[in-house]
Structure formats: C-alpha cells, structure tokens
C-alpha cells in the first residue's frame, strides 16, 4: 500500500519522495505522503522506514502538514488529490480482495463437496461390488475378504 501512495504522490507532485533533496516540491511531497499514511493507522516508525527518515522527522512532517495547508491551497489541492486517489485505489484493492475471499470460499466449499460425492461415489460402488460378490459367490464375504481383496480395491 505504502508503494501505491508513493507512486500516487510522485505523480501528483512530479518528484520523487524517495531521493535525497530538500526542494520544497519534495519535502512537500513527503509531508503529503507521510500524513496520508499516518491517518491510515501507521506508525512514525514505519513510515520512517518506506522513505529513509527518522520517526521524529515524520512527526514533524505530519505536524507542519496540517499547519501548511491551512493557508497553502495549491498544497491543500495536492494532498486532497493524492488522498482521494489513494482512497479510492484502496476501497479498489479491499474489493478485489473480498472477491477473492468469495473465490477461495467457493473453491473450499465446491472440494468438500466434491470430496463428499466422491466419498459417497465409493460407498456405492462399494455396495454394489459386495452386492455383485455376494451374487457370483453365493454368500457374503468374510472379513478376511473384506481386508484383503476387496477393500484395497477401494481406497485411494
């Protein structure tokens, strides 16, 4: 998700967050970043960590972010911009993921029904070749028989 922003940001800002450089379009582009992330339940740590800062320069970010779009509205158009796109690419991503989740649901319920058939599939068989036995033999098959002829025969 974090990639996802970032390229969101990069594109919306025409930088790159990730190289080292303290033009305003960059810095402002991480604060951007950093506060969208930070509003999605990231630690500072965290964020620190996608974009080679300390913690305590993304609490400074998110801090002075809130602070410069308050009277910066090309700023303030930018942030609503990657923010919006960002949410919406995520509320994307958490319905692929749910139709994925009723995929593998599907897929898990469809096996165990087919396990089930096929388990039943051999019991029948099962009782017709006893059946079959019983008519060629004229008489049920002892235990020995089961163990040792027939019920080989049926499992997999």
Same mark, same amino acid.
């Given at each position: 998700?974090?990639?996802?922003?970032?390229? +969101? !940001?990069?594109?919306?800002?025409?930088?790159?967050?990730?190289?080292? @450089?303290?033009?305003?379009?960059?810095? #402002?582009?991480?604060?951007?970043?950093?506060?969208?992330?930070?509003?999605?339940? %990231?630690? %500072?740590?965290?964020?620190?960590?996608?974009?080679?800062?300390?913690?305590?320069?993304?609490?400074? %970010?998110? /801090?002075?972010?809130?602070?410069?779009? @308050?009277?910066?509205?090309?700023?303030?158009? /930018?942030?609503?911009?990657?923010?919006? &796109?960002?949410?919406?690419?995520?509320?994307?991503?958490?319905?692929?993921?749910?139709?994925?989740?009723? &995929?593998?649901? =599907?897929?898990?319920?469809?096996?165990?029904?087919?396990?089930?058939?096929?388990?039943?599939?051999?019991?029948?068989?099962? !009782?017709?070749?006893?059946?079959?036995?019983? /008519?060629?033999?004229?008489?049920?098959?002892?235990? %020995? #028989?089961?163990?040792? =002829? +027939?019920?080989?025969?049926?499992? /997999?």
């Amino acid at each position: 998700m974090q990639e996802e922003l970032k390229r +969101i !940001v990069n594109d919306v800002f025409l930088v790159d967050i990730e190289i080292e @450089s303290r033009k305003r379009d960059v810095v #402002d582009a991480r604060k951007v970043y950093s506060k969208i992330l930070r509003d999605s339940g %990231y630690s %500072y740590e965290l964020i620190g960590k996608t974009i080679n800062k300390n913690h305590a320069t993304i609490m400074h %970010y998110v /801090k002075n972010i809130e602070h410069l779009i @308050s009277y910066d509205q090309i700023l303030k158009n /930018k942030y609503v911009d990657c923010k919006n &796109i960002f949410l919406e690419n995520k509320k994307s991503i958490l319905e692929q993921v749910k139709k994925d989740e009723d &995929i593998y649901v =599907t897929v898990i319920r469809l096996t165990n029904e087919l396990q089930e058939a096929t388990s039943n599939k051999i019991l029948y068989d099962f !009782v017709d070749y006893i059946e079959e036995y019983e /008519k060629q033999r004229g008489y049920l098959p002892s235990i %020995y #028989d089961y163990r040792h =002829t +027939i019920l080989p025969l049926f499992n /997999k």
